[in-house]
């Protein structure tokens, strides 16, 4: 298969050197003035709006503090991340929502917001959705998600039938309650296949790595034809998700030597508009703002040595993230 982002010409010793830079070697506390440098931006599909490449995604903090939480949320803002990714606590993101709208009673204009309703229900989507704006003390989104529409309880014929979530998402942008509307989920591609036959929706996003390419291959069963449609794309999942689960959010299931490639891999996906990482504390951060602001993409000896541990991974991770068909 051909991969993208073959152009750069960056040694495999570079890329060994900077693979082996884990997270935990960046700093906490303050944010420098490198650290609040601008942001490269793309722009979000057929949306046209403008947002960094690198996007927070917030479960990480929402088994923080609240204190802690608000926090560093300002600190994510303060330094250019400002797509921020929320889900409710029953969708594993812990207080998440909750604390992010102690943040954006003051900074709704400087960030945008996205939220999700994982329902298929119509009534009771909208029912979420309020409930979710209400959270986060706003009263209109940026774009709501029909999440995790690989998962059983979201089968096709619920959520696109009169009474469906992806109706009700269509009232919601037409009454104000959300600018653009999207799908996302981790699993089953055929079924995004499938929405984009019989949705017409602005941004879909989807787990991506070098190694959930060799078990679902959102890449390239799904993202070609969406891009030609003008669907924003954005990855999720590219560190491979938390290790633990919900209740250990910290780190990455990725082995932290194959950090920065996979990153550079998802960076580098034809037609992506932003890479949504679950950042978890300051250091983190520093070091996924340093990553992003170092971009290069991917050289063909460098994707050529993520593919045997990639592969190895795939074998041990199976389904990770559900059925794959």
Request: one cysteine or more; glycine letters at 8%.
């Amino acid at each position: 298969m051909n991969q993208p982002g073959c152009e750069s010409a960056v040694s495999r010793r570079e890329f060994l050197q900077t693979a082996g830079a884990g997270v935990l070697a960046a700093s906490a506390g303050n944010l420098s003035a490198a650290d609040k440098a601008a942001l490269p931006q793309r722009v979000l599909g057929k949306t046209g709006v403008k947002v960094p490449v690198l996007g927070l995604g917030t479960a990480p903090a929402g088994y923080r503090t609240e204190k802690d939480a608000v926090a560093f949320y300002s600190r994510c803002i303060d330094a250019g991340v400002t797509y921020l990714d929320t889900a409710p606590e029953f969708a594993g993101y812990g207080k998440a929502q909750v604390y992010l709208g102690q943040v954006l009673k003051e900074r709704r204009k400087e960030v945008f917001v996205v939220t999700k309703c994982w329902e298929p229900d119509g009534e009771k989507a909208l029912a979420l959705l309020k409930k979710n704006l209400a959270e986060l003390q706003i009263e209109q989104a940026d774009l709501v998600y029909a999440h995790s529409i690989g998962d059983d309880k979201m089968v096709p014929e619920k959520i696109y039938a009169a009474d469906g979530v992806c109706k009700a998402l269509d009232k919601a942008k037409k009454d104000g309650l959300t600018r653009f509307v999207g799908v996302s989920g981790h699993n089953r591609p055929a079924r995004f296949l499938k929405a984009l036959e019989e949705w017409d929706f602005q941004v879909m996003m989807n787990a991506v790595s070098p190694v959930a390419r060799h078990i679902y291959d959102f890449e390239t069963k799904v993202w070609p034809v969406a891009a030609k449609k003008g669907v924003a794309l954005a990855a999720m999942k590219v560190f491979g998700g938390a290790p633990g689960g919900e209740k250990q959010p910290k780190g990455a299931r990725l082995p932290e030597r194959l950090l920065p490639a996979a990153l550079r891999y998802a960076l580098a996906l034809p037609g992506l508009s932003v890479a949504v990482v679950g950042i978890h504390d300051d250091a983190e951060l520093k070091q996924n703002l340093a990553w992003v602001r170092d971009y290069k993409p991917l050289s063909a000896d460098e994707h050529a040595d993520l593919e045997k541990p990639a592969k190895e991974l795939a074998a041990q991770w199976k389904a990770v993230y559900g059925p794959v068909a």
